[in-house]
Protein backbone atom coordinates (compact mmCIF):
# COMPACT_ATOMS: atom_id res chain seq x y z
CA UNK A 1 0.00 0.00 0.00
CA UNK A 2 1.36 3.27 -0.84
CA UNK A 3 1.79 5.62 2.02
CA UNK A 4 3.44 9.58 2.40
CA UNK A 5 5.30 8.32 5.46
CA UNK A 6 8.35 9.19 4.33
CA UNK A 7 7.37 13.19 3.03
CA UNK A 8 5.75 13.41 6.60
CA UNK A 9 8.97 11.89 8.24
CA UNK A 10 10.85 14.15 6.33
CA UNK A 11 8.80 17.71 7.47
CA UNK A 12 9.76 16.71 10.76
CA UNK A 13 13.09 16.37 10.05
CA UNK A 14 13.93 13.16 11.29
CA UNK A 15 15.79 10.32 10.34
CA UNK A 16 14.12 6.73 10.31
CA UNK A 17 16.54 5.89 13.06
CA UNK A 18 15.01 8.57 14.96
CA UNK A 19 11.12 7.86 13.71
CA UNK A 20 11.80 3.59 14.10
CA UNK A 21 12.73 4.88 18.32
CA UNK A 22 9.72 7.18 18.22
CA UNK A 23 7.90 4.39 17.45
CA UNK A 24 9.49 1.29 19.56
CA UNK A 25 10.18 -0.19 16.15
CA UNK A 26 13.57 -1.58 14.07
CA UNK A 27 14.76 0.94 11.21
CA UNK A 28 14.00 -2.05 8.93
CA UNK A 29 10.78 -1.30 9.46
CA UNK A 30 10.14 1.85 8.59
CA UNK A 31 12.40 1.41 5.62
CA UNK A 32 10.51 -1.75 4.58
CA UNK A 33 6.95 0.81 5.13
CA UNK A 34 8.00 3.73 3.20
CA UNK A 35 9.48 1.29 0.26
CA UNK A 36 5.75 -0.45 0.20
CA UNK A 37 7.38 -3.60 1.53
CA UNK A 38 5.54 -3.99 4.18
CA UNK A 39 2.21 -2.83 5.04
CA UNK A 40 2.10 -2.07 8.78
CA UNK A 41 -0.08 -3.52 11.09
CA UNK A 42 -3.32 -1.42 12.74
CA UNK A 43 -1.85 -0.50 16.15
CA UNK A 44 1.52 0.98 14.72
CA UNK A 45 -0.21 2.78 11.91
CA UNK A 46 -2.49 4.37 14.24
CA UNK A 47 0.32 5.20 16.40
CA UNK A 48 2.24 6.60 12.92
CA UNK A 49 -0.61 8.45 12.61
CA UNK A 50 -1.25 10.10 16.19
CA UNK A 51 2.39 10.86 15.96
CA UNK A 52 2.18 13.10 12.78
CA UNK A 53 -1.17 14.78 13.55
CA UNK A 54 -3.00 13.25 11.14
CA UNK A 55 -5.48 10.48 10.45
CA UNK A 56 -4.45 7.11 8.83
CA UNK A 57 -6.14 7.76 5.43
CA UNK A 58 -3.92 10.68 5.13
CA UNK A 59 -1.01 8.94 5.79
CA UNK A 60 -1.88 5.31 3.72
CA UNK A 61 -3.62 5.53 0.57
CA UNK A 62 -6.09 3.14 -0.65
CA UNK A 63 -7.45 3.92 -4.24
CA UNK A 64 -10.64 1.12 -3.57
CA UNK A 65 -13.69 2.62 -3.96
CA UNK A 66 -17.22 0.50 -2.59
CA UNK A 67 -19.83 -0.58 -5.26
CA UNK A 68 -22.19 1.85 -5.92
CA UNK B 1 12.79 15.48 -10.16
CA UNK B 2 15.62 17.62 -10.72
CA UNK B 3 19.28 17.35 -12.01
CA UNK B 4 20.91 16.81 -8.50
CA UNK B 5 18.17 14.80 -7.19
CA UNK B 6 18.59 12.51 -10.70
CA UNK B 7 22.50 12.25 -10.07
CA UNK B 8 22.13 11.05 -6.38
CA UNK B 9 19.50 8.51 -6.90
CA UNK B 10 21.98 7.20 -9.19
CA UNK B 11 24.70 7.22 -6.86
CA UNK B 12 22.56 5.60 -4.66
CA UNK B 13 21.14 2.55 -6.46
CA UNK B 14 24.94 2.47 -7.57
CA UNK B 15 26.04 2.17 -4.02
CA UNK B 16 23.53 -0.48 -3.30
CA UNK B 17 24.68 -2.64 -6.40
CA UNK B 18 27.95 -2.86 -5.55
CA UNK B 19 26.95 -3.51 -2.01
CA UNK B 20 25.15 -6.19 -3.04
CA UNK B 21 27.31 -7.64 -5.56
CA UNK B 22 30.51 -7.40 -2.87
CA UNK B 23 28.09 -9.20 -0.30
CA UNK B 24 27.51 -11.71 -3.03
CA UNK B 25 31.02 -12.88 -4.29
CA UNK B 26 31.90 -12.67 -0.36
CA UNK B 27 29.23 -15.13 0.28
CA UNK B 28 30.30 -17.53 -2.42
CA UNK B 29 33.81 -17.41 -1.68
CA UNK B 30 33.32 -18.46 1.89
CA UNK B 31 30.85 -20.70 1.11
CA UNK B 32 33.14 -22.37 -1.38
CA UNK B 33 36.20 -22.71 0.54
CA UNK B 34 34.17 -24.02 3.64
CA UNK B 35 32.43 -26.99 0.86
CA UNK B 36 35.92 -27.62 0.00
CA UNK B 37 37.27 -27.53 3.42
CA UNK B 38 34.87 -30.02 4.63
CA UNK B 39 34.78 -32.34 1.66
CA UNK B 40 38.56 -32.55 1.81
CA UNK B 41 38.38 -33.65 5.56
CA UNK B 42 35.51 -36.14 4.16
CA UNK B 43 37.53 -37.28 1.63
CA UNK B 44 40.25 -37.72 3.86
CA UNK B 45 38.14 -40.15 6.06
CA UNK B 46 38.68 -38.05 9.40
CA UNK B 47 35.04 -38.13 9.32
CA UNK B 48 34.23 -41.68 8.42
CA UNK B 49 32.69 -43.15 5.95
CA UNK B 50 29.87 -40.60 4.85
CA UNK B 51 27.37 -41.62 2.39
CA UNK B 52 25.56 -38.84 -0.04
CA UNK B 53 23.26 -38.16 2.71
CA UNK B 54 25.53 -37.48 5.22
CA UNK B 55 27.71 -35.59 3.21
CA UNK B 56 25.00 -33.23 1.95
CA UNK B 57 23.33 -33.20 6.16
CA UNK B 58 26.95 -32.05 6.78
CA UNK B 59 27.51 -29.03 4.10
CA UNK B 60 23.77 -27.72 5.29
CA UNK B 61 24.69 -27.61 8.49
CA UNK B 62 28.07 -25.87 7.53
CA UNK B 63 25.62 -23.50 5.85
CA UNK B 64 24.13 -22.26 8.78
CA UNK B 65 27.45 -22.21 10.77
CA UNK B 66 28.70 -19.93 8.20
CA UNK B 67 25.77 -17.94 7.78
CA UNK B 68 25.99 -17.12 11.66
CA UNK B 69 29.19 -16.60 12.09
CA UNK B 70 29.21 -14.12 8.96
CA UNK B 71 26.33 -12.00 10.92
CA UNK B 72 28.14 -13.09 14.25
CA UNK B 73 31.64 -11.22 12.79
CA UNK B 74 29.25 -8.30 11.56
CA UNK B 75 28.06 -7.67 15.06
CA UNK B 76 31.36 -7.61 16.61
CA UNK B 77 32.99 -5.36 14.11
CA UNK B 78 30.00 -3.10 12.93
CA UNK B 79 31.71 -1.05 10.77
CA UNK B 80 33.11 -4.38 8.55
CA UNK B 81 29.82 -5.61 8.79
CA UNK B 82 27.66 -2.89 7.24
CA UNK B 83 29.67 -3.40 4.75
CA UNK B 84 28.41 -6.81 3.88
CA UNK B 85 24.82 -7.40 5.22
CA UNK B 86 21.64 -5.72 4.74
CA UNK B 87 21.24 -2.73 7.21
CA UNK B 88 21.62 0.57 6.33
CA UNK B 89 25.20 1.86 8.16
CA UNK B 90 26.82 0.63 11.38
CA UNK B 91 24.76 2.10 14.01
CA UNK B 92 22.14 0.01 12.97
CA UNK B 93 23.87 -4.01 13.72
CA UNK B 94 24.53 -1.80 17.11
CA UNK B 95 20.77 -1.25 17.24
CA UNK B 96 20.45 -4.35 16.53
CA UNK B 97 22.63 -6.64 17.79
CA UNK B 98 20.37 -8.42 21.54
CA UNK B 99 18.07 -9.66 18.66
CA UNK B 100 20.76 -10.71 15.72
CA UNK B 101 23.20 -12.01 18.27
CA UNK B 102 20.42 -14.52 19.84
CA UNK B 103 19.81 -15.38 16.07
CA UNK B 104 23.35 -16.02 15.19
CA UNK B 105 24.43 -17.95 18.11
CA UNK B 106 20.76 -20.38 17.41
CA UNK B 107 21.71 -20.37 13.66
CA UNK B 108 25.26 -21.50 14.76
CA UNK B 109 23.98 -24.36 17.32
CA UNK B 110 21.19 -25.52 15.01
CA UNK B 111 24.20 -25.91 12.18
CA UNK B 112 26.43 -27.73 14.58
CA UNK B 113 24.01 -30.27 15.84
CA UNK B 114 22.97 -31.42 12.06
CA UNK B 115 26.72 -31.91 11.62
CA UNK B 116 27.22 -34.05 14.76
CA UNK B 117 24.19 -35.94 13.44
CA UNK B 118 25.77 -36.24 9.65
CA UNK B 119 29.26 -37.46 11.41
CA UNK B 120 27.31 -40.22 13.90
CA UNK B 121 28.20 -43.57 14.06
CA UNK B 122 28.00 -46.02 12.47
CA UNK B 123 29.47 -44.22 9.71
CA UNK B 124 31.04 -41.75 11.28
CA UNK B 125 33.27 -41.50 14.44
CA UNK B 126 30.91 -40.01 16.86
CA UNK B 127 28.88 -42.72 18.82
CA UNK B 128 25.23 -42.75 18.73
CA UNK B 129 24.46 -42.10 22.13
CA UNK B 130 26.84 -39.04 22.32
CA UNK B 131 25.17 -37.69 19.12
CA UNK B 132 22.08 -37.86 20.93
CA UNK B 133 23.34 -35.93 24.26
CA UNK B 134 25.02 -33.37 21.88
CA UNK B 135 22.33 -33.13 19.28
CA UNK B 136 19.88 -32.24 22.74
CA UNK B 137 22.08 -29.61 24.31
CA UNK B 138 23.02 -27.71 21.07
CA UNK B 139 19.11 -27.90 20.22
CA UNK B 140 18.13 -26.80 23.79
CA UNK B 141 20.51 -24.04 23.26
CA UNK B 142 19.39 -22.74 19.46
CA UNK B 143 15.67 -23.10 20.70
CA UNK B 144 16.46 -20.65 24.15
CA UNK B 145 18.38 -18.63 21.45
CA UNK B 146 15.85 -18.39 19.07
CA UNK B 147 13.06 -17.63 22.13
CA UNK B 148 15.09 -14.37 23.44
CA UNK B 149 15.93 -13.45 19.55
CA UNK B 150 11.84 -13.61 18.95
CA UNK B 151 11.12 -11.55 21.67
CA UNK B 152 13.71 -8.67 20.71
CA UNK B 153 12.04 -8.49 16.87
CA UNK B 154 9.47 -6.12 16.30
CA UNK B 155 6.04 -6.74 14.13
CA UNK B 156 7.89 -6.75 10.36
CA UNK B 157 10.01 -9.63 11.68
CA UNK B 158 7.36 -11.55 13.36
CA UNK B 159 5.47 -11.01 10.19
CA UNK B 160 8.94 -12.40 7.96
CA UNK B 161 8.86 -15.51 10.70
CA UNK B 162 5.74 -16.63 10.36
CA UNK B 163 5.38 -16.83 6.16
CA UNK B 164 8.73 -17.75 6.54
CA UNK B 165 7.36 -21.19 8.78
CA UNK B 166 4.21 -21.51 6.45
CA UNK B 167 6.41 -21.32 3.21
CA UNK B 168 9.25 -23.69 4.78
CA UNK B 169 6.16 -26.13 5.39
CA UNK B 170 4.64 -26.10 2.09
CA UNK B 171 8.18 -26.65 0.77
CA UNK B 172 8.67 -29.38 2.75
CA UNK B 173 5.12 -30.90 1.47
CA UNK B 174 6.15 -30.42 -2.31
CA UNK B 175 9.81 -31.98 -1.69
CA UNK B 176 9.79 -34.35 0.99
CA UNK B 177 5.83 -34.88 -0.25
CA UNK B 178 7.11 -35.41 -3.93
CA UNK B 179 10.34 -37.71 -2.99
CA UNK B 180 8.49 -39.92 -0.34
CA UNK B 181 5.70 -40.39 -3.49
CA UNK B 182 7.80 -41.28 -5.98
CA UNK B 183 9.81 -43.91 -3.55
CA UNK B 184 6.10 -45.41 -2.38
CA UNK B 185 5.46 -46.08 -6.02
CA UNK B 186 8.87 -47.73 -6.43
CA UNK B 187 9.77 -44.91 -8.72
CA UNK B 188 13.04 -43.86 -6.87
CA UNK B 189 14.32 -44.92 -3.16
CA UNK B 190 12.79 -42.80 -0.67
CA UNK B 191 14.43 -40.64 1.43
CA UNK B 192 16.40 -41.94 4.66
CA UNK B 193 16.03 -40.49 8.24
CA UNK B 194 18.83 -38.14 7.84
CA UNK B 195 17.41 -36.46 5.06
CA UNK B 196 13.97 -35.65 6.44
CA UNK B 197 16.35 -33.65 9.45
CA UNK B 198 18.32 -32.52 6.49
CA UNK B 199 15.11 -31.36 4.33
CA UNK B 200 14.22 -29.63 7.93
CA UNK B 201 17.23 -27.42 7.93
CA UNK B 202 17.67 -26.91 4.34
CA UNK B 203 13.87 -25.72 3.49
CA UNK B 204 13.56 -23.32 6.51
CA UNK B 205 16.66 -21.51 5.31
CA UNK B 206 15.34 -21.59 1.77
CA UNK B 207 12.19 -20.76 2.85
CA UNK B 208 13.29 -17.16 4.44
CA UNK B 209 15.07 -16.63 1.26
CA UNK B 210 11.78 -16.73 -0.62
CA UNK B 211 9.51 -14.62 1.63
CA UNK B 212 12.29 -12.06 1.86
CA UNK B 213 13.05 -11.98 -2.01
CA UNK B 214 9.36 -11.79 -2.33
CA UNK B 215 9.00 -8.54 -0.24
CA UNK B 216 12.10 -7.24 -2.01
CA UNK B 217 14.40 -7.04 1.39
CA UNK B 218 16.76 -8.64 -0.45
CA UNK B 219 17.82 -5.55 -1.98
CA UNK B 220 20.54 -4.14 -0.07
CA UNK B 221 20.16 -0.90 1.58
Known sequence: ?68 | MTQIENELEAAEKKRRLKKTVFAMLLGGVVGFLGSFGLMQLADSGALGSLDASREIAALVGMLYVVTAAAIGFGLMSPTAGAKFLNVEDPEELREQKGMLGNSALGMATAGVALMVLAIAAPAGPIGQGAALAVFAVLMLVAVITSIASMKKQDELMKAVGSEAGAMTYYLLLLVGGTWSLLAHLGFIAGPQPLDWLTMFWALMLLGAFIVTAKRGMLTMR
Open chain 1, 1 to 68: MKNRLKAYREEHGWSQGELARRLGVSRQTINAVETDKYDPSLPLALRMAKLFGVNVPELFIDDWEPDE
